[in-house]
């Protein structure tokens, strides 16, 4: 009965997540025209570039969305080094927006529900000569391709990919820390399927025994720690995790799950992956695996007003602000708004007792982020050694509750500020900082 479930609910999802022919039927139309346009501009200026078609629309693994972004690489000769970004923009004849970056690309807005994304790469013959990661791109497209010519395995990635798209795992993004297209396309790939996905990541990584050779204490710790990750070697690249740990700089390996990209060993595909994100998905995997429900596969948006109404129940003090940065829109925006809602919550926590939180990005320049706190009975606040006088004279003034321990002076403090007016007056002390944070507004929407 279980199985049968299961069965239907997927069913029901990849009806669902299928991008209907009509929609695929104009994106190839208008991109055929699109691409016969840059050519032709190609050829009247005498450029050596390639264009490709890339992402998921090129790898048949695109789910249907209200809003479609369909990328579309220039390959330049290497010969024109970092002037691509300049030489894009002359093959473009329609209105573009510039997305700026490590190189700047261009966002063709066809529709409301439509855009191409036009993006300058470098003509590589070895992975390991690639100046920029979309560099790699047309590798991706190829090995992906290549591999996965099987509908039913396709399937099984769009399944993949609506599941971390609804329960916000699906992104590289930095404000996001979740698993990439490229990723999710590998991952379902190496474990066979949606459902083996989801048990693979839950299962954990398989540890093997040491390597035998000479360790410097250091050099164990890194291999311990890489021996409790998923290790993912499709191609079999390397022979251990020894020789991963060699290959492989630091900064490649935090993640919780380190996936040798298959066309390029040196790169670890979900690098971005956060441990926060890997435990929501998680959560969410074993949610869905021990009861099957399409609501799995539904995008639930923060309901303030229920959130209000469980603070108001639990004799909370309940707050919803919205952030607004100057910041471009994506990556750049949510980064910082994020970053900025981190350090506000940690602000709250020094004076409240955080029984909830959120934060919700609109993919534009705001976020709404709420709070659910009670205030803590006392601050104990930590001051200077009781020998430095003239430390612990400055601190007195301005603590009155004052003690001494082991040779260092404390204070006590109650709390008699509301949940709302401790946002107000910490925003009015550290504008400065806010400023510096990129914030350019926040506003009190609601307050309990």
């Known amino acids: 009965m279980a199985n049968k479930q299961l069965t239907l609910v997927l069913n029901q999802v990849l009806e669902r997540v299928e991008p209907p022919k009509e929609d695929i039927d104009f994106i190839t139309e208008y991109l055929k025209d699109f691409i016969n346009g840059v050519k032709k501009e190609i050829k009247k200026q005498r450029i050596v570039v390639e264009v490709f078609v890339g992402g998921s629309f090129a790898k048949k693994t695109m789910i249907k969305k209200d809003k479609y972004d369909v990328d579309v690489f220039l390959r330049f000769d290497k010969k024109y080094g970092n002037k691509i970004s300049e030489l894009a923009k002359k093959l473009i004849k329609e209105k573009y927006e510039v997305i700026h970056g490590s190189r700047d690309y261009f966002r063709i807005k066809v529709n409301p529900h439509f855009s191409i994304e036009l993006i300058p790469v470098i003509k590589v013959s070895k992975p390991e000569l690639s100046e920029n990661i979309t560099d790699l791109s047309y590798s991706h497209v190829r090995y992906i391709n290549k591999k996965m ?86 191609e079999k690249n390397y022979k251990n995790k020894a020789e991963i740990l060699i290959d492989l700089n630091s900064a490649k390996l935090q993640s919780p799950i380190v996936l040798i990209d298959p066309t390029f060993q040196q790169r670890n595909v979900s690098a971005a992956l956060s441990e926060e994100t890997l435990d929501k998905f998680k959560k969410s995997a074993k949610k869905f695996l021990k009861t099957p429900s399409i609501k799995a596969f539904e995008t639930e948006k923060i309901d303030y007003e229920k959130e209000k109404g469980n603070a108001k129940k639990n004799k909370k003090e309940f707050i919803l602000i919205e952030i607004e940065t100057d910041k471009q829109e994506g990556d750049v925006a949510g980064s910082k708004l994020l970053k900025f809602y981190k350090h506000i919550s940690e602000e709250i926590e020094k004076f409240f007792n955080l029984k909830n939180k959120g934060f919700e990005y609109n993919d534009r320049k705001t976020a709404r982020v709420f709070f659910s706190a009670n205030q803590k009975k006392e601050i104990l606040f930590e001051g200077p050694l009781v020998k430095d006088e003239k430390s612990v004279g400055f601190f007195k003034k301005w603590h009155k509750n004052t003690f001494e321990k082991k040779g260092r002076v404390f204070a006590r403090e109650k709390v008699n500020v509301s949940l709302g007016e401790f946002i107000k007056k910490w925003v009015e002390k550290n504008s400065k900082k806010v400023k510096e944070m990129y914030i350019e507004k926040l506003e009190i929407k609601d307050v309990l």
């Open 149 to 234: 010519k099987n509908k039913k395995l396709l399937d099984e990635i769009k399944i993949a990919k609506a599941f971390c798209y609804a329960n916000n795992c699906y992104g590289a993004e930095s404000y996001i820390g979740g698993f990439s297209g490229y990723a999710l396309e590998l991952l379902v790939y190496h474990y066979g399927s949606f459902i083996k996905f989801l048990k693979g990541i839950l299962k954990g990584g398989e540890g093997e025994n040491k390597h035998k050779g000479i360790w410097t204490k250091e050099y164990e710790k890194k291999y311990d720690d890489l021996n409790k990750k998923i290790v993912i070697d499709i």
